[in-house]
């Protein structure tokens, strides 16, 4: 088999129309019908759960006629005749006899891709930017184009660009990087089972069904965030390398399996609920607050792409072996596909969506919610017109059925959440700012207050002394005089008569200096006046000061209310979260005596998994997930801070948790960014209780599959205390969740030499002494990885000499264990001795080990048809392993 990409045959002419025919329902003989569908709703509403009715929108395409139809089928008509104009398709049954049909498009052989997508896919694209999920599929006969009109890169030709690419164009060109986000799973389904196109490792991926919505999805599947069209273009590189084909007498390169594109999109919506906002804001400051509580609207919608493995005849395609099988298992699911359609069509009470995993993965496409445009593919050639006329019929009844579209939209509560506790932050030191600052002021005032009121006494008291002196001694002068005056008058009569005359000159002048002294007294007690005034005036300062600074304690003693009050709600928060956990604890308990294991890794994803499984259905308006309504209620931060409890259950059931939620891809860039790795590294360096260790190294290995998160673990030293804990460990699940995290790391190219030097491989060889199942799987998984690793550096040119693993003596263990009864251990054992073989530096230790005869026994009878082609593929491009066969005498 080989990798394929559909094309149009090469060196193919475009066939001329033929004539133009009347279109006559009665004379042709053929179904003729009428049908429409309606708009969709304009977005910018909440979703209602009613929906809107819209029906399957169904073009068709031809095919122009390829080199070899030109050659052998020269001498007759094309078997169907276009009518674009009117929308319409006749069929010839021969010379005389046509059916005519009708379809939403009918795109001729001379058709742009750009035409193609605009009136098939573009509605639909356009649909999933405002919220609605939506399907594009391509049916039709095998060689008729549809891996060109669906999933043609166009890297020679930027026009022949398939609808793959062209939506992804549309999509990233409306979105906005910073609030918006778009992700993209790539998968196939062959025979009956879901592979990842993305990750070929992951080939048997479960559905899962929504028992409160009915909703299917892939949680296994990759998943990747794309933000530019250069990154979606290799993604889809990636797939189809991984797409399976084979070699047909219909066609060289057929597509043996169905291959699905689904683009997940995440819009966050700006309109009506901040126009709410913007318009109260005008009324009053309590606005801001209610606008703060709005929770954004986000709309999450989905666009699937479904590329159909082609329809055709075994006596034509002249399958045998696997590729029967494989035709069996395509023509099957097609089936199960067509019984859906006519039931769907035919308003049947049952709809056998159960028959095939096809039919489950496009449930919502046909009878759901998307809106859905199918293209069916045609060949002009009149050897084939039974399969024409087959995907014709298809056509025609998929246009019967109606799906009821609805919007996708939801509160983003989380957001809501981080801006609200930043603005509790912002109000807290607001109120602590302003509390200092009317401290200080009312001090200040108080403080001037008193100064002011001390030196107006003192001014005052000094001016009363002064001029109480001063009149005093003036007084006593006067009485002097007089009194000298009155004993001259005594001894000398004769004088008195002048002397009477001058006395009477100065009683008048003591007389006026009585005044004067009167005066000055009266001013004096005005200015004294003044200041009493001025003193009242100062002590009403202080009194009002002093009703500020009672109200500012009432003030205050009413946040210390409410700061208890939050304390309370914390202490009731901490209690609901050991009580969860509590919960969390009796669920693993109760599922550890089920009928088996989950997940292989992550350890403690399948807890949750497993625990959400086992729940009845819950009602439309249930409860949350406990630990999705203790995350939303308390915060990442504050459940992080629990980890540094002095009470061990506190860290018991903090740590389980923390576990829990790193579990979701979403919350591990969370939990590294606010110090939840650090403390995990800590827990598991300080602590020596089994169940904190145990669970603190399963969260790690959750973080470790994400690769930034992987050079901050080696960064602080995380390699190092993983292997401590290793070496001192005897509890299964404790060294499996260990050698988890250890071969995540193993798959990083950059980290591998730093690896080895920090013990990581010596680690994942010491644990094997446990002999437990899934930890010798987890070890094995490691080894492969990492082997993996070495192989792709060796092919580069960026790794020279012997393979570390054998520096190590890992291959001893392999060869013992290269044909292990357990199927994930002997897998990954395969995969790593291919590996290894792969570097001719090995190839001397691989022969001396015995690991040759395992390497020629998986070539021949492993059950993994990669595995056995790339054992074949390694043994025949060794020099060295080739003389070895022959020297023993085995032939390949």
């Not at 054992?829 to 690991?851: F, P, R």
Request: aromatic fraction near 4%; charge should be neutral.
């Amino acid at each position: 088999m080989s990798t394929k990409l559909d094309r149009q045959g090469a060196g193919a002419t475009p066939k001329a129309a033929a004539g133009k025919q009347r279109l006559s329902s009665a004379a042709a003989g053929g179904a003729y019908r009428r049908t429409s569908s309606g708009p969709l709703p304009a977005a910018g509403g909440r979703g209602s759960s009613e929906g809107v009715s819209s029906r399957v929108r169904v073009a068709v395409r031809l095919r122009p006629r390829n080199a070899e139809e030109l050659a052998a089928d020269a001498d007759f008509g094309d078997c169907v005749e276009l009518q674009p104009e009117l929308k319409r398709l006749k069929l010839r049954k021969n010379n005389w006899e046509s059916d005519t049909f009708e379809f939403d498009e009918v795109l001729t052989e001379f058709s742009s891709q750009k035409r193609v997508y605009e009136v098939v896919a573009k509605p639909v694209v356009e649909s999933v930017m405002e919220g609605y999920n939506g399907t594009v599929m391509a049916y039709g006969q095998t060689g008729t184009g549809k891996t060109f009109t669906l999933g043609r890169l166009g890297e020679e030709d930027t026009a022949a660009r398939g609808i793959m690419v062209r939506a992804m164009e549309d999509i990233l060109a409306d979105v906005t990087p910073e609030t918006d986000s778009v992700s993209v799973s790539y998968l196939q389904l062959y025979m009956e089972m879901i592979q990842d196109l993305l990750d070929p490792v992951n080939d048997n991926i479960a559905i899962v069904e929504d028992p409160r919505t009915g909703d299917v999805s892939l949680p296994g599947a990759t998943v990747v965030e794309v933000r530019d069209q250069k990154s979606f273009v290799d993604l889809l590189r990636v797939g189809e390398a991984h797409r399976i084909a084979a070699n047909t007498k219909l066609n060289t390169e057929s597509s043996r399996s169905h291959a699905i594109l689904m683009v997940n999109v995440r819009r966050s919506v700006k309109g009506r609920a901040e126009m709410d906002v913007s318009i109260s804001g005008e009324n009053g400051h309590s606005s801001s607050m209610m606008g703060s509580l709005r929770p954004p609207v986000i709309r999450k919608s989905k666009l699937v792409v479904v590329d159909l493995a082609g329809s055709e005849r075994i006596d034509k395609s002249g399958n045998e072996g696997h590729t029967l099988e494989e035709a069996k298992s395509i023509n099957l699911s097609l089936s199960a596909l067509g019984k859906c359609i006519n039931a769907l069509a035919e308003n049947s009470p049952h709809v056998p969506v159960r028959d095939s995993k096809l039919t489950r993965l496009l449930k919502d496409s046909f009878g759901g919610t998307a809106r859905t445009s199918l293209v069916v593919t045609i060949g002009p050639s009149p050897r084939h017109r039974g399969e024409t006329t087959s995907t014709i019929m298809f056509g025609q009844r998929a246009m019967k059925v109606e799906n009821m579209v609805k919007l996708k939209e939801e509160f983003d509560y989380k957001s809501l959440c981080r801006r609200l506790d930043i603005e509790l932050d912002k109000l807290i030191a607001e109120n602590e700012r302003q509390r200092k600052y009317f401290d200080d002021e009312v001090e200040r005032i108080r403080a001037e207050a008193q100064c002011r009121i001390a030196e107006a006494e003192r001014e005052c008291k000094i001016t009363l002394e002064n001029e109480k002196m001063k009149y005093h001694q003036e007084y006593l002068d006067s009485i002097k005089i007089l009194e000298e005056k009155w004993k001259i008058h005594q001894q000398s009569p004769k004088k008195q008569i002048k002397e009477a005359e001058s006395t009477s000159n100065d009683i008048g002048e003591a007389h006026n200096l009585l005044q004067n002294e009167k005066m000055l007294r009266q001013s004096a007690e005005e200015e004294a006046s003044d200041l009493r005034n001025q003193v009242s005036h100062w002590k009403k300062l202080e009194a009002t000061a002093t009703a500020e600074v009672v109200k500012l304690r009432k003030m205050l003693d009413t946040e210390a209310s409410q700061k208890e009050k939050l304390e309370e709600e914390i202490g009731d928060l901490r209690s609901q979260l050991l009580q969860m956990s509590m919960e969390a604890d009796e669920t693993q308990r109760s599922l550890d005596k089920g009928d088996g294991p989950g997940k292989i890794f992550p350890g403690l994803d399948s807890l949750v998994s497993q625990t959400r499984g086992s729940q009845p259905r819950e009602q439309s308006n249930g409860p949350k997930q406990p630990i999705a309504k203790l995350f939303e209620q308390v915060g990442l931060q504050k459940i992080l801070s629990l980890l540094e409890s002095e009470e061990p259950d506190v860290r018991v059931h903090a740590v389980k948790v923390v576990a829990n939620l790193a579990a979701e891809e979403a919350n591990q860039e969370k939990i590294v960014e606010a110090g939840g790795l650090t403390s995990l590294l800590v827990l598991l360096r300080s602590s020596e209780d089994e169940t904190i260790r145990r669970v603190a190294a399963g969260a790690i290995a959750n973080l470790a599959m994400n690769e930034t998160n992987q050079d901050l673990i080696m960064a602080q030293g995380g390699v190092t205390l993983l292997s401590m804990t290793a070496s001192d460990a005897e509890d299964p699940q404790t060294l499996r969740m260990v050698a988890g995290a250890i071969a995540n790391l193993c798959g990083n190219d950059k980290l591998q030499t730093r690896l080895r030097g920090e013990g990581g491989i010596k680690a994942l060889l010491g644990m094997v002494r446990c002999g437990h199942p899934d930890v010798l799987a987890q070890v094995a998984r490691g080894i492969a990885n990492f082997a993996k690793c070495e192989s792709r550096a060796a092919t580069q040119g960026n790794k020279v000499g012997k393979s570390l693993l054998i520096d190590d003596r890992a291959l001893p263990w392999i060869v013992k264990n290269a044909n292990n009864e357990a199927a994930p251990i002997r897998r990954h054992i395969e995969l790593a001795l291919c590996h290894l073989a792969q570097h001719e530096v090995n190839s001397k230790d691989i022969i001396s080990e015995g690991a040759l005869w395992e390497l020629v026994r998986i070539s021949r009878d492993c059950s993994r048809e990669d595995i056995r082609m790339l054992a074949h593929r390694t043994l025949t491009s060794s020099p060295t392993l080739q003389a070895e066969m022959r020297r023993l005498g085995i032939k390949m």
